[in-house]
């Protein structure tokens, strides 16, 4: 919501600004379509060149994040602990074997099985099921443990940013692109030289466009895309520190319900369920869970 604010007062304070001022958009409206070919369609041809096909596809899924904010809500992260609860209590009450066909087939699984969306994002599930296959082989090193996951997490969250560097490369490359254009518009301006004044000062407005687009695409639109998708990954990666919390924590002898309290320090503050709330969501579990 906030984004879409963001766009619609961009333009106004730009746009308005420059109409009120006494601004002339037809010099604009004409040149802009060949300027944003030329602009925005290098920069997507830079934005191939330089980025895996799995990049580019990330950058694609990741405009919608931009407008749609993180996955995780609220709910999910109060899920997540209970889930997590769930699987330390059953630990420590019939050891790591008794998790054995959950971790194997977490698709097939009960205690997975309740929690859908969690279950839907294939890292957060591989990464519990990793750790606890771990655990069912005698690694009960809490400090071993959490080396690995910390190596797992520090990969994935690279993986992740991937796309919001690729886009803010993107955004860095696009006034100098915008130059390219203008200096293009000035060569086509040079080859018409004999024409009036009135036609070459509608010309070399023309190629000013070039350059004036590929600024305000840039830090106008690109850039801020690219900060706010770095921003999404970045809380999002909160939902999988949590897992590591709370596992590492289990390993070093505390109790369930003192894990996942452990957990829950580590939620983002706007999302972060109250001692209450949580307490209330593991209450809300079936006996038979």
């Known amino acids: 919501m906030f984004q879409i604010i963001g766009i619609v007062l961009l333009f106004v304070c730009v746009f308005g600004v420059y109409i009120v001022h006494g601004g002339r958009m037809d010099v604009v409206i004409a040149a802009a379509p060949f300027e944003l070919a030329t602009i925005f369609g290098a920069g997507i041809a830079a934005l191939l060149i330089g980025n895996s096909p799995t990049v580019i596809k990330g950058v694609a899924s990741g405009m919608g994040k931009i407008f749609s904010g993180p996955q995780w809500k609220a709910s999910d992260y109060k899920d997540l602990l209970s889930l997590l609860f769930l699987l330390t209590k059953t630990m420590k009450a019939k050891g790591v074997i008794a998790l054995e066909s959950h971790i194997e087939n977490p698709h097939d699984s009960t205690l997975f099985g309740r929690f859908p969306k969690i279950v839907k994002d294939h890292f957060a599930v591989d990464f519990i099921c990793d750790t606890l296959r771990m655990m069912t082989m005698n690694l009960e090193d809490p400090h071993q443990v959490e080396d690995a996951m910390e190596k797992q997490l520090e990969k994935h969250h690279h993986e992740a940013l991937a796309p919001a560097h690729a886009l803010q490369n993107m955004a860095d490359a696009l006034p100098a692109l915008g130059i390219v254009a203008a200096v293009l518009g000035v060569i086509k301006t040079m080859g018409s030289i004999t024409e009036p004044p009135a036609v070459l ?89």
């Open 201 to 289: 000062g509608g010309m070399i407005g023309s190629a000013l466009v070039g350059t004036f687009l590929g600024v305000f695409l840039a830090y106008g639109l690109v850039g801020p895309f690219a900060t706010r998708l770095n921003a999404v990954v970045e809380e999002e990666s909160s939902f999988y520190r949590i897992i590591q919390s709370v596992l590492v924590a289990h390993l070093h002898g505390n109790a369930a319900q003192i894990s996942v309290e452990i957990g829950r320090g580590s939620v983002p503050s706007m999302t972060q369920p109250t001692f209450s709330e949580l307490e209330e969501a593991l209450q809300a579990i079936p006996p038979e869970a």
